[in-house]
Nanobody, 123 residues
Framework: QGQLVESGGGSVQAGGSLLLSCAASGNDDSIYCMTWFRQAPGKEREGVAA????????FYAGSVKGRFTISQYDAQNTVYLQMNTLNPEDTAMYYC????????????????WGQGTQVTVSS
């Protein structure tokens, strides 16, 4: 992977949608999964959604299940996070990460990180 670059953040009203993208450069064949994390001020970084390469197993945090969808486009080495029905509690910096272990939703298991993109949801 080498470098991960997120885009697509912004400000929306509650109930709105955003699409985040994560473009990966390089090609680390040891990467097992790609994950979206988020971190709100004063809170720990939490795994939001993850997708494994190859098999394409998908994991979601309970707080976003049914509202967020993670997908990947292997040909462009890109991972997406479609976020629907956003609420103010979704406000955070969102990070893309890539890890080599099966601990896809654990921040400590990630090898590469993007710089983050801010998502702000107003009520």
């Amino acid at each position: 992977q080498g470098q991960l670059v997120e885009s697509g953040g912004g400000s929306v009203q509650a109930g709105g949608s955003l699409l985040l993208s994560c473009a990966a450069s390089g090609n680390d064949d040891s990467i097992y999964c790609m994950t979206w994390f988020r971190q709100a001020p004063g809170k720990e970084r939490e795994g939001v959604a993850a997708i494994s390469r190859g098999v394409g197993a998908i994991f979601y945090a309970g707080s976003v299940k049914g509202r967020f969808t993670i997908s990947q486009y292997d040909a462009q080495n890109t991972v997406y996070l479609q976020m629907n029905t956003l609420n103010p509690e979704d406000t955070a910096m969102y990070y893309c990460a890539a890890g080599r272990t099966t601990g896809c939703m654990h921040a400590s298991d990630q090898t590469y990180w993007g710089q983050g993109t801010q998502v702000t949801v107003s009520s």
